[in-house]
């Protein structure tokens, strides 16, 4: 239950440190904006050694790359040892089993215990969907800071069966807390799981009633699609708190769940990551006080977070100034744009005022729709006004109009392209969410046939976020493999029958565990693409594209032809059929035709 007032800080009292989706790193190549995460972080972590908290918890998304850099790595290391380490004494307990609340590490205790540390603050996080786990081995950047000490990494469900969630068991005076967390996992993925109840969230057995249940997950938690979210409603009725991490708009007052009857925050980012409304709210992060079941949220205002100011501007709103026909309206319109920034300007310098933290150059978006008839002006002649004044002169300015519905062409793919890139929404869009929706809105002759939508989309995204550059190659490699296999154990030898063999293969796997276990083994090894045996070779380059099929030289020298990018493979048949039929030159070969080079999960 909420605490009306302060709780006293006593020896009965945990002290939390809240704070979610950091981002550490965020264009830190940039001259104006390089060092505004790392300056929070700062804060952060100051504001801790401040109030003396008995620990920090992290809602996800430390690092904003999955590689961090050197230089972000070091700088996070050296604010880590220099807020968290100390000979302060800590106050609490953990009376869980550790071996299992980090069964990651090879040091599967809490930091603070270690007799070769100095721990006076210790850090809890989960990963986000930026910093996950990837590769052979499951490792993020996390882990590096968690095998050197300086952080404890809990909350990484390494099954895509089935999920148990074990808490970390806390105890100060006579306060207990249980600690749960699970780290990103794809969203439909994990609503998918949660529908067929395979995710649990044990408890302790005995005094269950006695412990506080704070929970941190890092998720979708505003609905970007059917099964794209996780519903507050699939989690625990028992939990009293959960930290809602991923989410960037800061909604930190707790909400209560009136059905689960449990409370959420929402911290938010302390970064602007995107120039979108939701990213403008104020800044905070949370000190939260628990004594027995009785909770208590400080709500603590961010003073070094950049300030970012953001206005919608429709044209036709304006009939008294300008029309489409008026005489240099395009003149007036970016008069009319310069007015609005300036006010941005004032505003900020306004708040500015005894705030000495605060970096002087805001953020300033305004947007313009421009529907009826208007045309846009020169965006990179108006910033040359602001380039002195705001830390992001090359984007002041985003011109959007309403979509009109045009008349199908019946030249092209009949998809949508305005439903799939709507303007203000585009910078929250993922690779993966692009592949489905293209897929859901193209003809059945431009449908993959090998593939399936959800490994292609995971592969481009590994491809993009991750910097995977094999992980395509490694996807469709794996996939072919895992066809031929199957092809030749049913004994299908006719191009008809091949061809249908193969799309009800593909159509079997579509949405299924054995689908994720398929993705998650081939992004886990496409950090060490084995080079394909002849064979392989022939029969990759075998699988062309259709579309206008030039004749391209294939990747691996054989010749064959290699259409225009599109997305259906064909012919399928002829390639099943010239492989199976080379497949008894060697017993090398052979054997590469009956083993996969991966093992199911």
Not at 336 to 347: G, H, P, Q, R, S
Not at 386 to 394: G, L, M
Not at 452 to 480: C, N, R, S, W
Not at 490 to 513: G, L, M, P
Request: net charge negative; with cysteine.
């Amino acid at each position: 239950t909420m605490s009306s007032e302060n709780t006293l800080d006593d020896e009965d009292t945990f002290k939390i440190l809240i704070a979610t989706d950091i981002h550490l790193g965020y264009l830190e190549k940039d001259a104006i904006r390089g060092n505004d995460s790392y300056n929070t972080l700062d804060e952060i972590l100051k504001c801790a050694k401040t109030n003396e908290v008995d620990f920090i918890l992290l809602g996800g998304d430390l690092f904003h790359e999955n590689k961090p850099s050197r230089r972000c790595l070091h700088n996070c290391i050296t604010m880590l040892r220099k807020y968290c380490m100390g000979d302060t004494p800590i106050q609490f307990d953990i009376v869980s089993d550790q071996t299992v609340n980090f069964n990651t590490s090879k040091f599967p205790w809490v930091n603070y215990q270690d007799e070769n540390l100095n721990i006076s603050i210790p850090a809890f996080s989960i990963h986000g969907n930026h910093d996950d786990p990837t590769g052979a081995e499951g490792l993020c950047a996390l882990d590096l800071l968690s095998a050197s000490g300086l952080l404890n990494h809990f909350g990484h469900s390494q099954s895509v069966e089935s999920i148990e969630i074990s808490p970390i068991l806390m105890q100060k005076g006579n306060t207990k807390l249980a600690l749960f967390g699970l780290g990103s996992i794809p969203d439909e993925r994990l609503y998918r799981m949660f529908v067929n109840n395979q995710v649990t969230m044990l408890r302790p057995k005995e005094d269950q009633d006695e412990w506080f249940n704070l929970f941190a997950i890092h998720q979708n938690r505003s609905k970007h699609g059917p099964t794209n979210y996780i519903p507050e409603q699939f989690l625990d009725d028992f939990l009293d708190l959960v930290v809602w991490g991923h989410e960037h708009e800061c909604l930190i007052t707790p909400s209560r769940n009136e059905q689960q009857l449990f409370y959420v925050i929402q911290p938010g980012s302390s970064v602007a990551t995107s120039l979108s409304p939701g990213e403008a709210t104020k800044k905070h992060i949370g000190l939260l006080r628990v004594k027995g079941r009785k909770m208590n949220l400080q709500k603590i205002p961010l003073k070094t977070v950049r300030q970012f100011f953001i206005q919608d501007v429709v044209l036709g709103d304006y009939p008294d100034l300008f029309t489409p026909d008026t005489p240099q309206v395009t003149k007036k319109v970016e008069n009319l744009c310069y007015a609005k920034v300036t006010e941005m300007l004032e505003e900020a310098e306004r708040e500015r005022l005894g705030c000495p933290l605060t970096p002087e150059k805001p953020l300033i978006r305004l947007r313009v729709d421009y529907s009826g008839g208007f045309d846009t002006f020169h965006t990179s002649r108006f910033s040359q006004k602001f380039v002195e004044r705001v830390a992001n002169p090359k984007d002041i300015i985003h011109f959007l109009r309403r979509r009109e519905q045009k008349e199908d062409n019946k030249d092209e793919v009949n998809v949508d392209y305005g439903s799939l890139l709507k303007t203000t929404a585009a910078e929250g869009l993922r690779v993966e969410d692009l592949v489905k929706q293209y897929f859901a809105a193209t003809e059945q002759t431009v449908q993959l046939s090998l593939l399936t939508e959800h490994g292609m989309g995971k592969a481009l995204q590994e491809f993009v976020d991750k910097d995977e550059k094999d992980a395509i190659e490694e996807l469709i490699t794996y996939q072919l493999e895992k066809t031929q296999c199957h092809l030749q154990a049913r004994a299908v030898t006719t191009e008809q029958d091949i061809d249908t063999e193969v799309r009800r293969f593909r159509d079997s796997k579509k949405n299924t565990t054995e689908e994720d276990n398929e993705i998650k083994e081939v992004s886990n090894d496409a950090h060490e693409p084995e080079p394909l045996s002849g064979l392989m070779c022939d029969t990759v380059c075998a699988l062309y594209f259709q579309g206008d099929q030039q004749s391209q030289s294939s990747p691996c020298g054989a010749g064959q032809r290699a259409g225009r990018l599109s997305s259906h493979f064909v012919p399928l048949s002829s390639a099943f059929q010239a492989s199976s039929q080379r497949s008894s030159r060697t017993s090398d070969e052979a054997s590469l035709m009956t083993t996969p080079r991966y093992t199911a999960c």
